[in-house]
């Protein structure tokens, strides 16, 4: 009998995915609570990155510095709040993540033992011994959002990768990235199966690469809607026909 243990078949199947340096993860941030803790720019870019994803972000921060008191003053999205005092244990539950901005190796642990203790990733800036997860330099074109990580091995070749994909990437896809989290509930309740939903999907994504800089339409939606309606309405090829197999019988 094929597909048990011990055929050779089986065995011989070569593994659908490489191995992995890093796992990537996007993590949904919006009203979560993000700790940082630590001063300087490396943690005043961390706040902005946080807020920018939606977290509610605390910084404990005795001395805040010019950058980190400006990203503060106009978060991007999610607010940022200063606290002029040391960290401690107790600011970490219930977090979503806990990063921080220390040069001394033994504050750096301590942190990093007080966040895992709290069960909340931590991530200590250009510390990987005392991090369970990295950044990796970002293509902004959210809601398409693209990651890069060399697991630290070379961050400067990260970020020229980063700077290719910019000058390939349209800023338009953001729109049309948009427009299909706007769509896709409609989609989801137009009736159509689920070969023909991507069937749509397949219409939207042609049409969004050989249109990057058009603004997404309602016409647009009604235009793939109608597409796909018309195609499922199509008889399949005779050849295809003939050559159909009769449907199995099933019981109930």
């Known amino acids: 009998m094929s597909g048990v243990a011990g055929?050779?078949?089986?065995?011989?199947?070569?593994?659908?995915?490489?191995?992995?340096?890093?796992?990537?993860?996007?993590?949904?941030?919006?009203?979560?609570?993000?700790?940082?803790?630590?001063?300087?720019?490396?943690?005043?870019?961390?706040?902005?990155?946080?807020?920018?994803?939606?977290?509610?972000?605390?910084?404990?921060?005795?001395?805040?510095?010019?950058?980190?008191?400006?990203?503060?003053?106009?978060?991007?999205?999610?607010?940022?709040?200063?606290?002029?005092?040391?960290?401690?244990?107790?600011?970490?539950?219930?977090?979503?993540v806990a990063i921080a901005g220390f040069d001394d190796d033994?504050?750096?642990?301590?942190?990093?033992?007080?966040?895992?203790?709290?069960?909340?990733?931590?991530?200590?800036?250009?510390k990987p011994a005392y991090c369970d997860f990295s950044f990796g330099a970002i293509v902004n074109r959210s809601p398409l959002v693209i990651g890069i990580s060399t697991d630290g091995a070379a961050p400067v070749f990260g970020q020229a990768i980063r700077g290719k994909l910019e000058a390939m990437i349209p800023q338009g896809f953001a729109g049309w990235a948009d427009a299909a989290r706007r769509w896709r509930k409609a989609v989801q309740s137009s009736g159509l199966s689920f070969a023909a939903r991507r069937r749509f999907w397949q219409a939207f994504a042609g049409f969004a690469l050989t249109h990057p800089d058009r603004k997404p339409a309602p016409s647009d939606f009604e235009a793939f809607l109608h597409q796909t309606r018309a195609e499922a309405r199509l008889p399949p090829p005779a050849a295809s026909r003939s050559s159909a197999p009769a449907p199995a019988t099933q019981s109930c």
């Open 7 to 96: 055929d050779p078949r089986r065995l011989q199947r070569p593994p659908r995915m490489e191995a992995l340096a890093r796992l990537p993860i996007f993590l949904a941030l919006e009203g979560k609570r993000a700790i940082l803790a630590g001063d300087g720019p490396p943690v005043a870019w961390k706040a902005e990155l946080l807020s920018a994803a939606g977290a509610d972000v605390i910084v404990f921060a005795e001395c805040p510095c010019e950058q980190l008191r400006a990203v503060a003053a106009q978060p991007p999205r999610g607010a940022i709040v200063l606290r002029q005092r040391p960290w401690q244990a107790e600011d970490l539950h219930g977090a979503a």
């Open 106 to 126: 033994l504050d750096a642990r301590r942190f990093a033992d007080a966040a895992r203790a709290a069960h909340v990733p931590v991530n200590v800036i250009d």
